[in-house]
């Protein structure tokens, strides 16, 4: 007789599920449906998936940490806010692998900067909240948030709707990437890893190496993206993805260390 | 950031008295029972555990007591931070929440809430909540201090400012 203890009994019902499961399968042996629209951009749907998980859970995270802190950390609240609106880019790639012509932001510079705002804003929110933390001074804070905002959009315009080139696009992202996007990547690498050097806390500097890796990850953006190259864009958005698994990861560790 | 307070038991031997706002971990408390033990000529020390991450900064004082051997309560104030709180922080502030302690008539009387020797002594359960009343003061002012100062530098300190 075998004896079934009373908290286990889930285990039991899952392994009955699975054996129906497993019976069902073995007997109609199904094939999977074809989905056309994916069979070349199946990858695409795959990272812009995990892209935009990994981006709602670090903002879901944040957004946790600044109610369960009694709201008393502003820049959790303004850093959740920064990575949903930047997971736009994201969702629009879920939609483009689907073939929709609209979700496709290389379709025109207008959809272009319709799904690539949001990383103006993140930027701009990731200096805001870091210098709420280093500095008391609402003017530095200002300054510097609206600074960063205002040269973001400023080559988002200038390079997408003023500056005539042939690819406005792979022009654009030079220029913003590299004045705005690099340098702020860089500077809360380096923040989170400084203070995790001298708190010798593990968290922060995980979340260092997830920004570095982020920062790593965009220098292979605009070169790449080029439509001889673009196969290997896609490498480097493996390697975006996996940045912000860190990225997750060293918010969450640093919580429980601050215990 | 806990702050214990640890006293030698006359039967038990040291334990732990007080500890606030969480309990210490037992492997940190059953060293600082081990280091109540030492006979070291210096009051307040600092012990640093570099595996656990952790800083533990003691002053030992003594409480007249006419009911302990020897007419005197041994205790040990004690903050437990991690490694990046300097100690010297929170010297003054031991120092005086332990003269409070020492200097409030019978607090002796605290150390016997479970009342072995006169349980029904009706100060005991007062001077209890004096304790308690002091001790949970001193926590506030550890709390208060360590947020204005850590080791690393501004950054570090700013960044200690704010819940994560």
Known sequence: MILVEKPHII?????????????????????????????????????????????????????????????????LLIWSISFFLYSITFVAHIFRAFGIVDANENTSVFHFFTYRWGMVVWAGGMIYGLLKILTDKKKFQIYGSVGVLGIGFLSLILGLFVIPTDNPIEFTMYIFLHI??????????????YYGYKTKQLGP???????????????????????????????????????????????????IEEK | MILSLL??????????????????????????RGFFDLDMSDKFFEVSLIEENTKITNLYFEVTSCWARGNFEMAMLSV????????????????????????????????????????????????????DSILNECYSKVVETAKKKV?????VEKFKKFKW
């Open chain 2, 151 to 155: 080791v690393g530098g501004p950054i």
């Open chain 2, 7 to 32: 006293y030698f038991h006359p039967i038990k031997g040291p334990m732990v008295f007080f500890e606030y706002p969480e309990k210490v971990p037992d492997k940190i408390k059953n060293k600082m």
């Open chain 1, 205 to 255: 500097k995980i979340l260092g190496l997830g920004f570095f890796l982020l920062m790593v990850s965009y220098y292979g953006w605009a070169p790449w993206h080029f439509s001889n190259v673009v196969y290997l864009y896609f490498l480097w958005y493996f390697i975006f993805v996996l940045s912000l698994t860190p990225i997750l990861m060293g918010f969450v560790i640093m919580s």
């Open chain 1, 180 to 193: 705005i996007w690099i340098p702020i990547c860089f500077t809360m690498s380096y923040i989170f890893f």
């Open chain 1, 11 to 75: 285990y039991f019902i899952g392994l009955i599920i699975i054996s129906i499961i497993t019976i069902i399968i073995l007997v109609v042996l199904p094939r999977g449906t074809p989905v056309p629209e994916l069979s070349t951009t199946f990858f695409l749907l795959g990272l812009g998936l995990n892209s935009t998980l990994l981006l709602w859970t670090i903002g879901g995270y944040l957004l946790f940490r600044w109610l369960q802190s009694k709201r008393k950390n502003p820049s």
């Open chain 2, 80 to 131: 437990i931070t991690d490694l990046a709180y300097q100690s010297e922080l929170f010297h003054e502030i031991l120092k005086e929440y332990s003269n409070k302690i020492s200097s409030t008539l019978n607090m002796y009387k605290a150390f016997y809430t479970k009342g072995f020797l006169d349980e029904n002594d009706h100060e005991i359960k007062k001077r209890r909540e004096d304790l």
